[in-house]
């Protein structure tokens, strides 16, 4: 397959110039073929870009990751893909052992045999291990205290298909898990946390590497006590922002770049099932979620994830700010990518690396997809 005449997005700038992709890969840019015999996509001066990773989103297109099915994750890989994503880490809620078990090895069966869609990479547990005062939309009924031997008890054999977890350092027992999960090379991000400075930064001592949809459910940034904001912009941890101008506006979002840097920051979704589908009633984690006007929420009016796309989110930043567009399309994948550790084979447009390429117009509006160097869109 031979991409043509398109504006290629890398990590610091932007050329015009060609792809060929064989067998799932980049295998070259820019090459000399005047006979080029294979199939030809003509990019007609729009953009190429690295597939963008998604490493917090729970479901899509009516699925949710903790419906416990390899179709749900399927079906959910299917609907995002037409959006840009074309990897991501399905996440559970605080729910029940043995439901989170359940998602776990569906995940793990579709990180080993693949999807119709986007590629799965692995889990992102958010929660039970967090802060009642700080529940969110996360199920209150099943919050877990901290352990190593509680860990073990919920990902089972599923310990190697996990990524990435969501926890609150303050709680007791949190610090010995926090070293558990570094020291297997799973990412630690404090999340739905009421930790003080002080104790963000005791948390990041331990192995904390990064910090959940900043601003929200964590102790914000006060001129007295700086908070798990604080916290975040006072040290190399990255994090990562739901930008949707409903989680954080974006004056917020503006200030949190400049402080962070777009090495540091990941876009996310924190998609939950309505994401591509109609108003109404839906759920997460077991609770009721009403979708109005952009925005999904509990009875009780709070927040309940998000109906984003990666591709409006970069659309929503790149309108919001002054960043060059690489700046912001890095953001959703080369980022996301070192997150995963997936960052020798995806998240660049790089010869060798892995054929998830994503084609787009002036105004983020996606026209082709390619995974594994297939046209799925």
């Not at 073929?33 to 297109?61: K, M, Q, R, T, V």
């Not at 054999?157 to 990435?164: E, F």
């Not at 959703?332 to 447009?349: E, H, Q, R, Y």
């Not at 892995?354 to 082709?368: G, L, M, P, T, Y």
């Amino acid at each position: 397959m031979l991409i043509r005449n398109c504006k290629l997005i890398f990590s610091d700038h932007i050329k015009e110039g060609s792809l060929l992709i064989e067998n799932g890969k980049i295998k070259e840019i820019n090459p000399s073929l005047n006979d080029y015999s294979g199939e030809i996509i003509e990019g007609n001066g729009l953009y190429a870009a690295p597939g963008f990773i998604d490493i917090h989103i729970h479901g899509a297109g009516g699925y949710d990751t903790m419906d416990g099915t390899y179709d749900a994750i399927n079906s959910i890989a299917k609907t995002i893909c037409t959006h840009g994503t074309t990897s991501f880490l399905p996440t559970t809620m605080t729910c029940s052992k043995e439901d989170i078990l359940k998602s776990l090895e569906v995940i793990k069966k579709a990180k080993l045999n693949g999807t119709d869609g986007a590629n799965v990479l692995g889990a992102h547990l958010e929660g039970p291990f967090i802060n009642p005062s700080m529940i969110g939309a996360q199920n209150p009924n099943f919050i877990a205290s901290p352990s190593i031997e509680n860990f073990k008890a919920i990902v089972g054999n599923n310990m190697d298909a996990v990524t990435s977890i969501t926890l609150a350092p303050e709680v007791d027992g949190a610090h010995e898990l926090i070293r558990f999960l570094a020291d297997n090379n799973i990412k630690v991000s404090m999340g739905h946390t009421k930790a003080t400075y002080d104790e963000a930064i005791e948390g990041i001592k331990c192995g904390v590497c990064h910090s959940t949809h900043l601003f929200n459910a964590m102790t914000p940034l006060h001129h007295r006590e700086a908070g798990v904001v604080g916290a975040t912009f006072d040290t190399d941890i990255t994090t990562e922002t739901i930008s949707d101008g409903v989680h954080i506006s974006f004056p917020s979002l503006r200030i949190a770049y400049a402080q962070k840097t777009t090495d540091k920051v990941m876009l996310i979704t924190d998609a939950m099932m309505a994401c591509c589908m109609p108003d109404g009633k839906y759920a997460l984690g077991g609770q009721d979620v009403f979708v109005k006007s952009g925005a999904a929420r509990l009875e009780n009016g709070s927040l309940a994830g998000s109906i984003l796309t990666l591709d409006k989110a970069i659309k929503n930043v790149y309108s919001n700010t002054r960043y060059e567009l690489y700046e912001v399309v890095k953001m959703a994948t080369l980022n996301p990518a070192k997150f995963c550790m997936v960052d020798d084979k995806k998240g660049l447009i790089k010869e060798g690396y892995d054929a998830d390429i994503v084609i787009f117009d002036e105004d983020i509006d996606i026209k082709k997809v390619i995974i594994n160097g297939k046209v799925i869109k």
